[in-house]
């Protein structure tokens, strides 16, 4: 993807916490804190397992499969960004029990758009202007899984 | 409960007050503040030597701009209080948390009467630059974090669009329409209609509503509620002081501050939900009253949708079912069953944050809301507040 054909992004603070989430998409990995103690995922990320209080977690790729739970197509232009209408959704993580991103779902036209259809990962590559050395922050997007 | 362990019963809402209330007054927010408070003391029937405790929400906050026009430290200068208690902040409750800590204050003996306020100015705040001022990246070096961090990157700035996708869940789950959704907006305009203080009063039919421009499916234009100017305040007593004060005080029941799903917009558990139903149903475990007791009911409508998600809550109707509940307007409409937002809610009345619920639930209880007075003499009101991860409830009875 061309950095000209790039929407504006407000791009994430990126601290030690949350850069390997950010950072996935370089080698097409979606990745979430597992627990592993007990294999609970967490999200937003934490230093601390919800389920067992264990300490060690480490960041997990999944399959970057998601499933459509909930959106909206925004048509007020808050800000720059993409093309309006967009569409902004939340979608359940396949093998991440309990975890969900809010996302954009692209591929498809806004009309198409349907609670329940599968979804996969398709990362957004931005520049990280703070890191310029860096291959960027990779926005985690989504599109239809039978595109 | 045990009532004696209801120690919220304790404190009394003793006087109401409210400034000058319309879209871009140009007036300073302070001003507007003191004005609000000298009301509610003056409605009490104390002076301001008598206000020993102050609470607000949010506190001093320069961005959204308008969006805090005083904080405690403005008025407690300004009108040189002598405080025995006093808190301000964002992280409570809904934006009458701060009321429910008022009550609490009052109820273990740090103060005898607490005066509350919420004040915003965001038409003049935001001028003729609309909510877009509103939103953050000044600049393209700002970085999102916090809560935002998850949601700024994928352009979804604002409430409008967190909310939609609950509306949209809700649709999807229980084939709620936006015929139905229409009706909060409209049951707000028709009541805004008799309130000389409200922002949008000239007069709304469903197919205007259905025209409107769409902000985020399924909410339009009407779904949002209008930026405003104005403070309110509340004077939160102690029971036993009841013989000092000018009138009758409205008796507090029951309070609800319950978040028991995760505290936010996106990973909370039912997305049909929010948390208004822990609050809701903390706040009947603490009462000796019943959902069918409620006589009038203000809630919180920054989105009409959230309505929709505290009436479930309270239990005015069943899970799912505020589509039908509200389809038609004759439930929620002021000579109905369930008076809903008699001023005209945030929607048509004006934003004030919360606080214009509670003060319209007193208004209602004392019987003084002029042509909008929900007839048959109501004894019990609810007031709400908050939307998603945010909510803060409180029964309400007049004395006898």
């Known amino acids: 993807m061309s950095t000209a054909a790039l929407p504006f992004r407000i791009l994430p603070r990126i601290t030690d916490r949350n850069r390997f989430f950010w950072t996935g998409g370089e080698v097409g990995e979606l990745r979430f804190l597992r627990c592993d103690d007990c294999g609970t995922f967490v999200h937003p990320p934490v230093p601390v397992c919800p389920t067992c209080l264990g300490r060690s977690l480490r960041p997990h790729a999944v399959s970057g499969r998601a499933v459509l739970t909930t959106f909206t197509v925004n048509h007020h232009a808050w800000m720059p960004g993409p093309e309006l209408p967009y569409v902004v959704a939340i979608v359940d993580i396949d093998e991440a029990p309990g975890v969900r991103l809010t996302t954009n779902i692209v591929g498809v036209e806004p009309d198409a758009v349907q609670i329940g259809m599968p979804l996969r990962v398709a990362f957004e590559q931005h520049p990280d202007p703070d890191d310029p050395a860096s291959s960027g922050v990779w926005l985690p997007l989504f599109e239809p899984a039978d595109t | ?400």
């Not at chain 2, 139903?277 to 009947?284: C, L, N």
């Open chain 2, 1 to 400: 409960m045990d009532p004696n362990d209801v120690l919220e019963r304790r404190a009394v809402v003793s006087g109401i007050g409210q400034s000058a209330v319309g879209r871009r007054l140009g007036r300073d927010p302070l001003g507007l503040t003191i004005d609000a408070c000298l009301d509610a003391i003056t409605d009490a029937g104390l002076t301001v030597a008598d206000i020993d405790g102050l609470a607000t929400y949010p506190g001093p906050m320069d961005v959204p701009p308008g969006f805090s026009g005083a904080g405690i430290v403005d008025v407690q200068d300004a009108l040189r209080l002598e405080l025995d208690w006093y808190t301000g902040g964002i992280e409570l409750p809904s934006q009458l948390g701060s009321v429910i800590d008022a009550c609490l204050a009052v109820a273990t003996g740090l103060a005898r009467h607490v005066l509350c306020f919420r004040t915003v100015f965001e038409a003049t705040a935001q001028g003729d630059k609309g909510r877009a001022s509103a939103m953050p990246g000044g600049g393209s070096t700002f970085r999102a974090h916090g809560f935002m961090e998850w949601v700024l990157p994928f352009a979804a700035p604002s409430a409008a669009i967190w909310v939609a996708m609950f509306a949209q869940r809700h649709f999807y789950e229980f084939g709620t329409t936006r015929e139905q959704l229409a009706w909060i907006a409209l049951n707000a305009r028709r009541n805004a209609a008799l309130n000389p203080k409200a922002v949008y009063r000239e007069a709304m039919t469903l197919d205007d509503y259905l025209s409107a421009r769409m902000i985020s499916t399924p909410l339009c234009l009407y779904d949002c509620d209008a930026p405003s100017d104005g403070s309110t305040a509340v004077v939160v007593s102690r029971a036993d002081t009841a013989a000092d004060l000018r009138k009758p005080p409205i008796s507090v029941h029951a309070v609800g501050s319950a978040l028991h799903g995760r505290p936010s917009w996106d990973q909370f558990d039912d997305l049909t939900t929010m948390a208004c139903r822990d609050a809701a149903a903390q706040m009947w475990e603490r009462a000796d009253l019943t959902a069918a007791d409620v006589d009038v009911a203000e809630m919180y409508d920054g989105f009409s949708f959230i309505t929709m998600a505290w009436l479930e809550a309270m239990g005015f109707c069943g899970k799912g079912e505020s589509g039908p509940f509200v389809d038609g307007g004759a439930s929620i409409a002021l000579d109905g069953p369930l008076p809903l937002n008699t001023q005209g809610g945030q929607l048509s009345g004006g934003r004030l944050h919360g606080y214009g619920f509670l003060h319209e639930a007193c208004l209602q209880l004392w019987g003084d809301a002029g042509e909008r007075q929900v007839p048959d003499d109501p004894e019990v009101a609810v007031a709400a507040a908050g939307g998603g991860p945010l909510a803060g409830a409180l029964l309400l009875t007049r004395s006898r």
